[in-house]
Structures are given as structure tokens and as C-alpha cells.
């Protein structure tokens, strides 16, 4: 492609770290559901923290073999240092009506859970509560949810009972 002298793109060159709620996933066939993690370099020439990899050296050695390399300095691997370790606390539960309430959260009442795009929420966090009918037979109950897109952490009135999961195909 160089010999011919046709653009080339590079992605991801580099590499980042996403800190939101949006790092996306891919389906590797029915059922096989892969959340990508926040860091997003996908073996990019140059790395998180911007410093060249081997694959940055390979790059710009094929290139000036068919073009003259501009007099511009490689960029040198950034300082690093150790951290100690951190340990957090929990300081509070977003189960925490008050808490609920000062973030500003939107009551929904509707018949069956509604999906995010449904309630424009297109990422974060949705609360959904029910209310149990009294005088159920079965104990435990049997909580089962098709289609979940991602996670949910399913608690009984504030005590946590299990994990829903896309990527680990668990729904009940």
C-alpha cells in the first residue's frame, strides 16, 4: 500500500482509558457475549500512558523505507512510579433512599420493567423495585429475567442475593 502511495489508518494508535459507563462489548456468535474492559489501546503503537511500543518502532521503520522520516524526537517513555495500595471504604448504599433522592432519581411506575432506551437512559445505573405479592409458597423465590443486556445486582428488600449476568449467560 506504500509502494502505491494510498492512505493508511491506524486504529487505535493510542491507546486510552475510558471511564464511563461506555467501554461496549462485541457478540462472538449467539450467546457469546465479550465486554471489552475501559482500557482501550487494542495493542496500539503507542500505549496508555503514550509511550512506543515495538509495534510504534516496526511501524516507523516500514514507513521510512518508502517515505523520508520527519527530524522529529520519539517520544520517550513517561515517568512511572509505585502507589501504595489504596483501601476503600463503603460510605454509603445506592440503596439509600436519602441518598436516592439528594442524586435525584425518577420514579417509573410501569406494569413490566422497562428497558433504558425506553426511559432515556442510555447508560449508568436503573433502580428497579417490585413489590412481592404476600403468601407466596416458594422459598426462595425464583427470579428470572430474559434478555438482561448487562448486569444486575438483585437484592432482597437491602440484602444481596445474587448477580444477573449477560456475559456469564445467568438470568435466574
Request: hydrophobic fraction near 40%; avoid cysteine.
Amino acid at each position: 500500500m506504500l509502494a502505491a502511495k494510498v492512505n493508511v489508518n491506524i486504529y487505535m494508535f493510542y491507546g486510552g482509558t475510558n471511564f464511563g459507563f461506555t467501554a461496549g462489548a462485541n457478540e462472538a456468535g449467539p450467546g457469546r457475549f465479550v465486554p471489552d474492559i475501559t482500557s482501550y489501546d487494542y495493542d496500539a503503537p503507542l500505549d496508555e500512558s503514550g509511550d512506543p511500543t515495538p509495534k510504534y518502532f516496526a511501524i516507523r521503520k516500514v514507513i521510512s523505507e518508502f517515505f523520508p522520516m520527519p527530524n522529529v524526537p520519539i517520544p520517550r517513555p513517561a515517568r512511572k512510579m509505585s502507589l501504595p495500595s489504596v483501601v476503600l471504604k463503603p460510605v454509603d448504599s445506592l440503596l439509600n433512599k436519602m441518598l436516592l433522592s439528594a442524586i435525584g432519581s425518577l420514579a417509573i411506575n410501569a406494569r413490566d420493567p422497562l428497558t433504558f432506551e425506553a426511559m432515556n437512559q442510555y447508560s449508568g445505573l436503573v433502580l428497579y423495585e417490585a413489590v412481592l405479592p404476600s403468601g407466596l409458597k416458594t422459598d426462595p423465590i425464583k427470579l428470572t429475567v430474559e434478555n438482561i443486556h448487562d448486569k444486575g445486582y438483585v437484592y432482597v428488600d437491602t440484602t444481596y442475593v445474587g448477580t444477573l449476568s449477560r456475559q456469564n449467560a445467568i438470568n435466574t
